[in-house]
């Protein structure tokens, strides 16, 4: 059973800086890639970074949080973090962990974690 767990939402006022992290656990084969999502109140589930874990560490970012957010991961750990500077009203929203991972005897699939709140106040 595979579980990933992310921690560090909360509170902070406009142009301030949070770290997201996410850890996947259980029976895990293989990762190939490991990011984050964020869905507001009202709106859909998007993406807002990205990165292929396993190999050179390729990333990928929304336009919109480019030169602000900063992920970076460690395959070994399984983990992948989320530096977010500068933040905006804008980016008030339940940020999500997705992995794409294989488990053990299994096929590869996206893995979400439970989110966690990021409320950024003007």
């Known amino acids: 059973q595979v579980q990933l767990a992310e921690s560090g939402g909360g509170l902070v006022q406009a142009g301030g800086s949070l770290r997201l992290s996410c850890t996947a656990s259980?029976?895990?084969?293989?990762?190939?890639?490991m990011g984050w999502y964020r869905q507001a109140p009202g709106k859909q589930r998007d993406l807002v970074a990205s990165?292929?874990?396993?190999?050179?560490?390729?990333?990928n970012y929304a336009d919109s949080v480019k030169g602000r957010f900063t992920i970076s991961g460690d395959n070994a750990k399984k983990t992948v973090w989320l530096q977010m500077n500068n933040l905006e009203p804008e980016d008030t929203a339940v940020y999500y962990c997705?992995?794409?991972?294989?488990?053990?005897?299994?096929?590869?699939?996206?893995?979400w974690g439970q989110g966690t709140q990021v409320t950024v106040s003007s």
């Open positions: 259980g029976s895990i084969f293989s990762i190939n890639s």
């Open positions: 990165i292929y874990i396993s190999s050179i560490g390729s990333t």
């Open positions: 997705n992995a794409n991972l294989r488990p053990w005897g299994m096929s590869r699939g996206n893995y």
